[in-house]
């Protein structure tokens, strides 16, 4: 979402019904008359399977590339961001009190002030990695979504037990740098990365294939 619109980043152009072409760099946002418009200028190169989160006038776009590739939008073009130092598969992010969370398989974390990456913007692709960036304790489980809950940074991970997988919810403990688990989300069918969204009712939808969830923080915790 920028700026109250829809926005599809990247991907894979289709030719017809059911041939893809290339990869793309374009942006499409969604109109009021449900029209899909190229109304924001292109990424610097095509990218597919990113990770994009939006704060005012900021727009910031992580790659499952090799390395990852980081751009940033300030509301009038694009620039390069450095990247992180490692490489982060299945990338996920999330944007909480000022910084960028990167959650990666495995449960990697990675954080970086908004501030640092745009001090750190070019306008050519940059090629090294900075101290900007922070490494957290690793996430529990795999392929962790990073999600803001309860005014906490969440990780929603899948934990898997023959056809079925579980995604358990932990919440981060700056004072103790740990994960704090928060509870489970019931038993669905197996799929790689649950997805998760912050609902305008406060309330956390996870999204596994075919089946999602809703659940409420019915308790306070202090962490």
Not at 14 to 24: C, H
Not at 130 to 157: E, H, I, M, Q
Not at 177 to 199: D, E, K, N, R
Not at 204 to 219: D, E, H, N
Request: hydrophobic fraction near 35%; glycine fraction near 8%.
């Amino acid at each position: 979402i920028y700026h109250s619109q829809l926005v599809i980043v990247g991907g894979r152009e289709y030719i017809g019904d059911s041939v893809t072409g290339e990869l793309t760099n374009k942006l499409w946002t969604l109109s009021e008359e449900d029209q899909w418009q190229e109304t924001l200028p292109p990424l610097p190169t095509p990218c597919t399977d990113v990770s994009v989160v939006s704060h005012g006038d900021h727009h910031l776009v992580i790659s499952n590339d090799y390395p990852n590739k980081v751009y940033v939008y300030n509301g009038h073009h694009w620039a390069s961001a450095q990247h992180p130092p490692q490489r982060l598969n299945s990338v996920k992010s999330t944007f909480f009190n000022g910084d960028w969370y990167l959650m990666g398989e495995g449960g990697i974390v990675y954080s970086a002030s908004l501030d640092s990456l745009l001090a750190s913007c070019q306008p050519s692709e940059t090629s090294q990695p900075s101290s900007l960036w922070k490494r957290l304790t690793d996430a529990p489980g795999v392929c962790c979504y990073p999600v803001v809950f309860g005014n906490r940074l969440v990780a929603v991970g899948r934990r898997s037990s023959g056809t079925t997988t579980t995604s358990s919810l932990h919440a981060y403990s700056p004072l103790t740098q740990s994960w704090v688990h928060m509870g489970y989300a019931p038993s669905m069918p197996f799929i790689s990365s649950p997805c998760t969204v912050l609902l305008p009712s406060n309330e956390l939808m996870i999204v596994s294939g075919r089946t999602a969830f809703q659940s409420k923080l019915i308790c306070k915790f202090i962490i």
